[in-house]
């Protein structure tokens, strides 16, 4: 699960870094990538051990990026954290 972290849905920086994923989806079987945006207002908050800086992405749980990468690093974090949960 790919977690894009917002302040509020609309962010310029967080709708780059959905549109990057929306992009490299094909590369990946149906189903393993999956993603949403979490505003770290909200109730459900972030799952994550220390609170991520405003756009971050987090990867299963895990602060990947604390800014938002290129879609080339995006897509390689992605594919070796697939790789290594198989």
Known sequence: MVEIIA???????????????????PEFRKGALQWKVVDVGSKEGVICR????????VIDEQIAFDNIPDMETLSEAIRNTIRLSN
Request: glycine share 4%; with cysteine; proline share 7%.
């Open 50 to 57: 220390r609170m991520p800086a405003v756009p971050s992405v």
């Open 7 to 25: 302040k509020k849905k609309g962010c310029m920086l967080c709708d780059l870094a959905l549109a990057m994923l929306d992009e490299i989806a």
